[in-house]
């Protein structure tokens, strides 16, 4: 009987123990199940911080098609807005941008300062852009960027089109240096910036694709200019 009453006291035992561990494991669990909600939770409540690269003065045949196979490369949308003599010269690229989902934005024909010129002048310019880039496309453009950042409101008005300006400039037109160009735009980087470079300069082409690859790994996602307008 001693003997059976012992065996009895030791598998009590096992089994208190047992349970006491099968409870730490659970309670182990179930808080790493939380910490990780939590951390998920967490990661869906924070918003991609977006940014807009685009390129005016384009298509050029040299640089674009350069461009264009990076951002492929790198599954990255830009907004190009382009000049309508340009377009006209080259239309498979304005189709090729169209095609790999970029926005094709009016930037009048002869790239002119709108205000500098008359009324009537003013929307020639971009009603004929607007004609050729609807004939290689099949779509009417609806964002204009305005050549030096200026225009008369009722004529766009008029003409149902929407200015988009700049918040980010390098000035990249008037240097060669590539480095001079990352370090600008990426130390005045921001949340929903518009980022201002020409697609007709080689060490602008080079510094837009650094600088996607920088502020990509610093957490921005690049989007086109109507996602930053209209949201």
Request: with cysteine.
């Amino acid at each position: 009987m001693k003997k059976r009453g012992k065996r009895w006291k030791l598998t009590a035992e096992i089994l208190l123990t047992a349970a006491v561990c099968l409870a730490g494991i659970w309670q182990n669990t179930k808080e790493t199940a939380e910490s990780v909600n939590q951390v998920e939770k967490k990661e869906d409540d924070q918003e991609d911080k977006k940014i807009a690269i685009t390129f005016d003065d384009g298509p050029d045949a040299v640089f674009t098609p350069v461009l264009l196979d990076g951002l492929k490369q790198r599954n990255v949308k830009a907004s190009f807005f382009v000049i309508g003599q340009e377009a006209e010269k080259y239309p498979e690229l304005i189709q090729r941008m169209k095609e790999e989902g970029h926005l094709i934005g009016n930037h009048t024909y002869h790239h002119v300062e709108l205000t500098r010129v008359d009324a009537q002048t003013e929307q020639k310019e971009i009603e004929m852009t607007n004609e050729v880039l609807e004939q290689i496309t099949g779509e009417r453009p609806v964002f204009l960027r305005p050549p030096y950042g200026s225009w008369r409101e009722e004529i766009l008005q008029d003409m149902e089109m929407l200015p988009v300006k700049w918040n980010i400039d390098p000035l990249d037109w008037c240097t060669k240096s590539t480095g001079e160009i990352v370090r600008k735009v990426v130390t005045q980087a921001e949340e929903n910036g518009i980022i201002l470079l020409h697609d007709c300069y080689g060490p602008s082409v080079e510094a837009g694709l650094q600088i996607i690859d920088t502020l990509t790994e610093a957490g921005y996602r690049f989007v086109t200019v109507d996602e930053l307008i209209m949201d």
